[in-house]
């Protein structure tokens, strides 16, 4: 691309086969590429948290399921996890967001990380913390109710609006490629000699 962006189809693509080449399952890794998108398209650094969560994961053999915030976040979604909720130490929290938003329902849920808290509705969240800073890399995090004023819906919605990814996340995207060729099958010898211009048939 000459403008070094990427839409967020594009992000959501290769964040999908990334997943899927660190080690998560096809579902969890569906899940994680929308978290990305829906956060990328509120000018949220869910790239850059993705990336990182991605390294860990790839990493670490033990307590995957209970500490990653794809696989918290899809059984909140799927009501395994009932809110509001104590969620013990998790890691990149920026994950959830996404996974909370579509419970918000009529009302919506703070997110509470260590000190820090991030409110959420159906439509997006907003935070007193500065973007950077929502790259906390584990925390202890809760879910409790929240009474979202129309001002702060309003907000929300306002922020909807990114649709491509910057170049300052060119080495995110290539820590999602390298993920990502782990999920292509290497050439097999049946499937060499059964390609295109083999060279193996001799009808002369």
């Known amino acids: 691309m000459t403008d070094n962006s990427w839409s967020l189809g594009e992000t959501g693509a290769i964040?999908?086969?990334?997943?899927?080449?660190?080690?998560?399952?096809?579902?969890?890794?569906?899940?994680?590429?929308?978290?990305?998108?829906?956060?990328?398209?509120?000018?949220?650094?869910?790239?850059?948290?993705?990336?990182?969560?991605?390294?860990?994961?790839?990493?670490?053999?033990?307590?995957?399921?209970?500490?990653?915030?794809?696989?918290?976040?899809?059984?909140?979604?799927?009501?395994?996890?009932?809110?509001?909720?104590?969620?013990?130490t998790i890691r990149e929290p920026l994950l959830l967001v996404p996974f909370i938003s579509a419970c918000a329902g009529n009302n919506g849920w703070v997110l509470h990380i260590d000190r820090f808290t991030i409110e959420i509705s159906t439509i997006g969240f907003s935070s007193d913390i500065i973007n950077t800073a929502l790259l906390i890399e584990s925390a202890k995090c809760r879910i409790s109710h929240a009474q979202l004023s129309a001002a702060t819906i309003k907000k929300h919605k306002a922020m909807a609006s990114v649709k491509r990814i910057p170049a300052t996340s060119s080495a995110c995207i290539k820590t999602f490629a390298a993920f990502a060729h782990h999920t292509y099958a290497p050439s097999t010898e049946q499937s060499r000699l059964a390609g295109a211009g083999s060279g193996l048939s001799d009808n002369d």
């Open 15 to 88: 964040a999908l086969k990334a997943a899927r080449g660190a080690g998560m399952s096809w579902g969890l890794a569906e899940e994680a590429s929308h978290a990305v998108i829906w956060l990328a398209h509120r000018g949220a650094p869910g790239v850059a948290s993705l990336c990182r969560h991605l390294n860990w994961y790839k990493a670490n053999a033990v307590n995957k399921i209970e500490n990653c915030p794809i696989a918290v976040g899809a059984a909140i979604s799927d009501g395994a996890i009932a809110l509001p909720s104590d969620l013990g």
